[in-house]
C-alpha cells in the first residue's frame, strides 16, 4: 500500500436527519458550541451566490494543482455529500471548473470545499451550488496524482474524516466531528434560544448591559469624568 495514493472506502457518515438539524444553525453559533478553536480559516470564501453548504464529508488530498483524485471523488459520491479537497492552498491551478461542476450537480453532490482555486467562477454563481475556495484562476489543473480519498484531511487546521459534517455559510466553513455532533447540536439549539431571548429583550429595551462596566472594572479602566 503506498502511503499518499490510496482510496479508503467511508466507514461512517453523519445521519441524514442530523444534517437536516445542522441546516438551519448559523455556523458561528455551531463554532461558539465547539468553543471557537475549529474553523477552516478566514481564506476559504464563498464563490456561490446565496444558500448553506451542509452534509457529509468525503475527502480529498491532492497534490497542489492536480486534481485525478477529485475526479474520482465526484464518480464516488452520493447524494447530498460535500467533497471537502485539502489543495495545499495553491493558488496557481484550479482544480475544477464549469465541466467538473456539471457533472458534480448531475451525481447529486451538495456542495464542495477547495483549499485551493476554481475557475469558470460566473458558472459556479450562475449555477449557486455551495462552494467555498481560496482563490480563483484561469489556469486549468493536471491529471496525474498521487493523492487520497476518505484520509484524513486537515484545512488550516481543522481535521475533517470522511463523514463529519460540513457546514458552511457566509461566515466560513466548519466541520463537526460524527461522534460529537449529537451533543454540539443539543449545544447549538441551547445557544439559539438564549438568543432569540437576548434580542426579543434588546427589542424591548430591557437588555442588561451592566457586565460591560463590570468587565471594565475587572480590567482596571479608569473612567475620567468630565
Same mark, same amino acid.
Given at each position: 500500500? !503506498?502511503?499518499?495514493?490510496?482510496? #479508503? =472506502?467511508?466507514?461512517? &457518515?453523519?445521519?441524514?436527519?442530523?444534517?437536516?438539524? #445542522?441546516?438551519?444553525?448559523?455556523?458561528?453559533?455551531?463554532?461558539?458550541?465547539?468553543?471557537?478553536?475549529?474553523?477552516? @480559516? /478566514?481564506?476559504?470564501?464563498?464563490?456561490? %451566490?446565496?444558500?448553506?453548504?451542509?452534509?457529509?464529508?468525503? !475527502?480529498?488530498?491532492?497534490? =497542489? @494543482?492536480?486534481?485525478?483524485?477529485?475526479?474520482?471523488? +465526484?464518480?464516488?459520491?452520493? =447524494?447530498?455529500?460535500?467533497?471537502?479537497?485539502?489543495?495545499? @492552498?495553491?493558488?496557481?491551478?484550479?482544480?475544477?471548473?464549469?465541466?467538473?461542476?456539471?457533472?458534480?450537480?448531475?451525481?447529486?453532490?451538495?456542495?464542495?470545499?477547495?483549499?485551493?482555486?476554481?475557475?469558470?467562477?460566473?458558472?459556479?454563481?450562475? $449555477?449557486?451550488?455551495? %462552494?467555498?475556495?481560496?482563490?480563483? !484562476?484561469?489556469?486549468?489543473?493536471? &491529471? #496525474?496524482?498521487?493523492?487520497? +480519498?476518505?484520509? /484524513?484531511?486537515?484545512?488550516?487546521?481543522?481535521?475533517?474524516?470522511?463523514?463529519?459534517?460540513?457546514?458552511?455559510?457566509?461566515?466560513?466553513?466548519?466541520?463537526?466531528? $460524527?461522534?460529537?455532533? =449529537?451533543?454540539?447540536?443539543?449545544? %447549538?439549539?441551547? &445557544?439559539?434560544?438564549?438568543?432569540?431571548?437576548?434580542?426579543?429583550?434588546?427589542?424591548?429595551? !430591557?437588555?442588561?448591559?451592566?457586565? $460591560?462596566?463590570?468587565?471594565?472594572?475587572?480590567?482596571?479602566?479608569?473612567?475620567?469624568?468630565?
Amino acid at each position: 500500500m !503506498t502511503v499518499g495514493n490510496r482510496i #479508503f =472506502p467511508r466507514k461512517q &457518515k453523519i445521519s441524514a436527519e442530523l444534517v437536516e438539524k #445542522f441546516r438551519v444553525l448559523p455556523v458561528a453559533n455551531v463554532s461558539d458550541c465547539m468553543s471557537r478553536l475549529y474553523a477552516g @480559516g /478566514t481564506k476559504l470564501r464563498p464563490m456561490h %451566490t446565496d444558500g448553506v453548504l451542509v452534509g457529509p464529508a468525503i !475527502t480529498v488530498k491532492c497534490r =497542489p @494543482g492536480d486534481n485525478l483524485m477529485l475526479h474520482k471523488a +465526484i464518480d464516488m459520491a452520493e =447524494p447530498g455529500d460535500i467533497i471537502v479537497v485539502d489543495g495545499a @492552498g495553491d493558488l496557481n491551478n484550479a482544480l475544477m471548473g464549469e465541466l467538473m461542476l456539471a457533472h458534480a450537480v448531475n451525481r447529486g453532490v451538495a456542495g464542495f470545499v477547495l483549499y485551493g482555486c476554481l475557475r469558470d467562477l460566473d458558472a459556479f454563481r450562475r $449555477v449557486n451550488l455551495p %462552494t467555498y475556495a481560496v482563490g480563483v !484562476t484561469h489556469r486549468g489543473p493536471y &491529471k #496525474f496524482g498521487p493523492g487520497e +480519498i476518505n484520509s /484524513t484531511i486537515s484545512i488550516d487546521g481543522m481535521i475533517i474524516e470522511a463523514g463529519d459534517l460540513v457546514l458552511g455559510d457566509a461566515d466560513g466553513v466548519l466541520s463537526v466531528p $460524527v461522534a460529537e455532533a =449529537p451533543g454540539i447540536l443539543q449545544a %447549538t439549539l441551547a &445557544k439559539q434560544d438564549a438568543e432569540e431571548r437576548q434580542m426579543e429583550q434588546i427589542r424591548q429595551r !430591557t437588555n442588561d448591559r451592566s457586565w $460591560v462596566d463590570k468587565a471594565l472594572a475587572n480590567a482596571g479602566v479608569e473612567i475620567i469624568s468630565a
